[in-house]
Every structure is written in C-alpha cells, then in structure tokens.
C-alpha cells in the first residue's frame, strides 16, 4: 500500500508561537511531497510542493517565511507555522505521490490558535 | 479563474433519490481523479478515469470522462446517508512536480 501518517491531528496554540506538522510516508520513499490548506466546507487548497533535499515551491501568495517546510528525508516532511495568528486556523493536508498508487493524503492536522 | 469549475456547491437530498455532480474546464487533460473526504480526514481516492468518453463504475457510483476530456460526472444511484461527505474532482498539474489541482467540491448531505 501506500501510508501517509500525519501528526498531530489536533494542536491548538497561542497566538505568536509556531507549531510544527509532521508527514511521513510510512511504506516508500517519497521526493515529493505536498502541504495543503482547507477552511471549513471548502476544497484543499495547495500551498507548497516539499522537494527532498532542496528549497520547497510555494504558490504564489503563500508567505514562505511564514509557512516553512523541510524535507530532509526520503520518508520526512515538516510544515511549520510561525509565529501563528488565529488566521492560520485551518485544517493542514500534505500528501504523496507513490508511482501507480497515485497521491495518498494524511489525515490532516486541525491547527487553532488562541 | 478556476482550472476546474466543480457543481454543484451544495447537495441535500433524502435518502434514496439519485444525484450528478459536474467537474468541468476548458482545458484537456490526460487524466482526472475523484476523491471523497469525510470531516477531519483527509481524501481518500474514488476514481481515476483516462479515456475520453470513459465510464466506470464503482457499486452505486458512475463516473464518466468527457469525450473531448475536459470536464467529468460523478452520478450516485439510490443515495445512501453513508455517501454524506465533500466530493472533490482533481486533475495534475502540467509541471514536473505533478501537483494535484482540485475543484472547489461538492458537499453532500443525505437525509435518512
């Protein structure tokens, strides 16, 4: 198969902290990897591509000072929300890609800031 | 503008009546996926549908690939308070990093 498990899945925080999202491909290697945003009764909307190894690809309008990703490993991608405000409150995906498996999505991470 | 413009925005209905959701755009492409996610979860893959004119059938869901691959359906048969959920069409960028673009959703309600 192919496992994405993404934690925490819930975390709330107080307002000008940061908080760090983990995702990691349980049973492959993943190059890439994929961080999504999603407010409430609304799509996945992407907002950066993880790249093993290198700088990750922000959307435009995505502030990457705000929302840094690392991908130092094969199995290991880490979004972190700094210095967060009660805007950043969303549901955070990331997602695979495992050749025929196609793009497999952790559970997401319920993000609150107080 | 939207690269897919997914219909409607809002499903409810009772249970047992059928339903079509739309996923269309102007551009071709050379493959489309439907998702389903339930809340606090993420999407989990329904379909994947390469073909124009491409019809695939999952029990009570039918989904179909336009002719000209541009836009898609998902028909539910007898729906089911089970199938309560946000129906996203998606399709890959045309990028080496072969990101996954979606459409807005649709969220289905269905009332025992």
């Known amino acids: 198969g192919a496992v994405v498990s993404q934690h925490p899945s819930r975390v709330i925080c107080k307002s000008g902290t940061s908080v760090k999202i983990e995702c990691r491909s349980l049973d492959f290697q993943a190059t890439t990897m994929f961080w999504y945003r999603q407010f409430p009764k609304q799509s996945l909307m992407l907002m950066a591509t993880?790249?093993?190894?290198?700088?990750?690809?922000?959307e435009q309008g995505v502030e990457k000072d705000k929302f840094l990703i690392n991908h130092a490993s094969l199995t290991l991608s880490t979004l972190t929300v700094t210095s967060a405000h009660p805007e950043d409150s969303s549901f955070y995906i990331c997602s695979a890609r495992k050749g025929s498996y196609g793009y497999t999505f952790g559970s997401g991470t319920r993000l609150t800031v107080v | 503008t939207q690269l897919l413009e997914q219909s409607p925005q809002f499903l409810s209905i009772q249970e047992g009546e059928n339903l079509t959701v739309y996923c269309n755009s102007s551009?071709?492409?050379?493959?489309l996926q439907w998702y389903r996610q339930e809340p606090g979860e993420g999407p989990v893959l329904l379909v994947t549908?390469?073909?124009?004119?491409e019809v695939k059938k999952l029990k009570r869901l039918t989904f179909q690939f336009g002719d000209a691959r541009k836009d898609s359906s998902l028909h539910i048969t007898a729906a089911q308070p089970g199938d309560t959920g946000l129906y996203l069409c998606?399709?890959?960028?045309?990028?080496?990093?072969?990101?996954?673009?979606f459409g807005q959703g649709t969220i289905l309600t269905v009332h025992p």
């Open positions: 993880s790249n093993e190894g290198s700088k990750a690809t922000y």
């Open positions: 551009s071709v492409f050379s493959s």
């Open positions: 998606a399709v890959t960028g045309g990028t080496s990093y072969g990101k996954l673009t």
């Open positions: 549908v390469v073909t124009g004119g």
